[in-house]
């Protein structure tokens, strides 16, 4: 059974350790401001050279605005879990009755609060810059981010696993292992641009086939409920393997012991 | 009466591949009692608490807390244990007051804002709350870490050298409380500390334990006294040379530094050795006899391990 109020102690945790970090704020609001103004005024210039054509411009503010869910969810299992490292808090925490999985639920959980704020907050600035409308997308925004954040969570676990047993000597890989799948994703341009057996690769990622619907409405106003549900199983299937990989890989490190990654 | 059992250890090992950290550890902690675990560096203390605490798994026995199955029943037992080590820290960036209120809702305490306040007062260090950590002196965070393990009203709590990095006037409030908490709410304690004096005053028994293995355990003053020999202390200025002759002449084991002599006599013979010297002129200007202590007896130990 889940304990929520531990769950929620360790959602206060993480906020705490936000709001003193400064880079951790810059990270929720400075990065994100930068990405949408660099990238926003480069899919101005384009839409410029297309005759005014505006979707080259929505296509670039839509793979931003959206693709800062699947890293937000990511980051946030990744770099709180090496704040407790850094911290060398670990110990501390697991002599409390703090479970495995009340952590993963704090991770979720903060992850869907900071997603859902600088995804807000890129969204505000892309409509007040370039009268972009995220809810011009109406109710698919719910399945959109939905699906994104279950990618980011899978995504998150998996290198969360690795970082619980290997600790801080593979740390880098909490802030760029999402380069790994972001060309695969296809965020700013379509799969079919891909070289062919990237393309099978990509097919693999659930959040290509959002990214792919993402511009489907954005060009005819429509979207394909199969490829969304294919995303979303994949999701089921990811996600589910991740937790128990990294369920797996925390058990292993507290037989070598959970101090000596402090 | 029986005593009631808080903690039982039968046959804890760990190994790493082919190096056993932990030998076949057994220990059992009754209510209300302070058990010290001494050891040198490398002996398996700390590995010895964090399975306790279940953050590092064994490779064979049985750990029993309270009667109840550990790592098994895990949840239920840590809510009423607790642990604090200078070896570990907190949240950087966190203040006092955060950092207290977190692990009161990780620990559930009902009455968070009086269980903190009272902890804060009892430690002194309540003018600290709004402080971040990382602006704490090693002393200060040492004491945080008491308040943390105390907050829970801990029937056991598992002690990493906790008076480590305190000036002496705090140490001696911190054992203050430790020996109320255990005389007002029998809290039991598992100490280790490398201050021999603390842990003379502070525990019930001792054990000491070496490459993992328990060697001996028994009151600090039962292990003191294992070592036979009293080192009579003495300052002799006039007779000096004749004393020195009678010392290397009679085979005593001695050291000398000018005129301060160390002789290191069987407790039993003490009597009768200040007897010969003033049968033979001998006369010392001041005189000192110590008894073995438990210090004595860990540098013993540490003494076969090195030799």
Redesign the interface.
């Known amino acids: 059974m889940i304990n929520f109020n531990r769950v929620w102690a360790l959602v206060i945790r993480y906020a705490i350790d936000t709001r003193h970090n400064y880079d951790r704020l810059t990270d929720v609001f400075f990065l994100p401001a930068m990405d949408l103004f660099v990238w926003g005024l480069t899919g101005l210039y384009l839409a410029q050279l297309t005759n005014g054509s505006e979707n080259y411009l929505y296509v670039i503010l839509s793979g931003l605005v959206f693709w800062v869910v699947v890293v937000r969810a990511q980051y946030e299992i990744t770099i709180n879990l090496l704040v407790e490292l850094w911290d060398r808090n670990l110990v501390n925490l697991f002599t409390t009755p703090l479970k495995i999985s009340e952590w993963i639920s704090a991770f979720m959980v903060f992850g869907l609060f900071k997603a859902i704020i600088i995804m807000s907050f890129s969204a505000l600035l892309a409509f007040i810059f370039y009268g972009y409308n995220i809810f011009s997308f109406g109710g698919y925004i719910i399945l959109f981010i939905v699906n994104l954040l279950l990618t980011g969570w899978a995504y998150g676990f998996i290198l969360g696993g690795f970082l619980i047993r290997f600790g801080k000597t593979i740390q880098t890989i909490g802030w760029v292992g999402i380069m790994l799948i972001t060309p695969f994703s296809a965020v700013y341009y379509p799969v079919s641009i891909l070289p062919h057996w990237a393309q099978t690769v990509a097919y693999f990622i659930p959040s290509t086939y959002i990214f792919e619907e993402i511009r489907r409405v954005l060009f005819t106003g429509a979207v394909s409920y199969d490829k969304l549900l294919i995303s979303f199983i994949l999701n089921i299937i990811y996600l589910s393997f991740s937790i128990w990989f990294f369920v797996w890989m925390f058990h292993k490190s507290r037989r070598l012991g959970l101090g000596r990654l402090i | 009466m029986e005593k009631n059992i808080i903690l039982e250890v039968k046959n804890l090992t760990k190994k ?1 591949n082919s190096f056993t950290a932990v030998d076949d550890l057994s220990l059992e902690i009754g209510e209300g009692e302070v058990l010290g675990l001494l050891g040198p560096n490398g002996a398996g203390k ?2 010895t608490i ?1 399975i306790l ?5 064994a490779t064979g026995g049985i750990i029993k807390y309270f009667d109840k199955p550990f790592p098994k029943e ?3 037992v ?2 009423q244990i ?2 604090s ?1 200078t ?8 203040s006092v007051d ?1 950092i207290l ?3 009161a ?4 305490v009902d009455d968070k804002k009086k269980r903190i306040a009272k902890l804060l007062g009892e430690f002194e260090i309540e003018h600290l709350r709004k402080q ?1 950590f990382s602006f704490l002196s090693a002393g200060e965070k040492t004491r945080l870490f008491l308040v ?1 393990a105390f907050l829970n009203y801990p029937k056991l709590i598992l002690l990493d050298e906790p008076t480590a990095s305190l000036d002496p006037d705090i140490a001696i409030k911190i054992r203050r409380f430790l020996k109320k908490e255990k005389a007002e709410y029998n809290v039991s304690m598992l100490f280790t500390s490398h201050n021999m004096s603390e842990v003379e005053e502070m525990c019930d028994r001792v054990m000491i334990i070496k490459s993992g293995k328990i060697i001996d355990q028994d009151t600090p003053e039962n292990l003191a006294k294992k070592l036979h020999n009293s080192q009579v202390e003495l300052l002799i200025m006039k007779d000096n040379k004749i004393a020195e002759n009678y010392f290397k002449e009679k085979k005593f084991s001695y050291t000398v530094d000018r005129y301060r002599f160390v002789i290191s006599l069987a407790e039993q013979h003490v009597a009768e050795f200040l007897q010969t010297l003033t049968s033979q002129n001998i006369k010392y200007e001041e005189i000192s006899i110590n008894k073995p202590t438990l210090e004595d007896y860990f540098l013993e130990v540490l003494k076969e391990k090195y030799d």
């Open positions: 790493f700390t590995t964090h605490l279940g953050v590092m798994e895990r949840e239920s840590l809510k607790n642990y080590s070896y570990i820290s907190m949240p950087w960036l966190s955060e209120n977190i692990y809702r990780l620990y559930e971040q943390k």
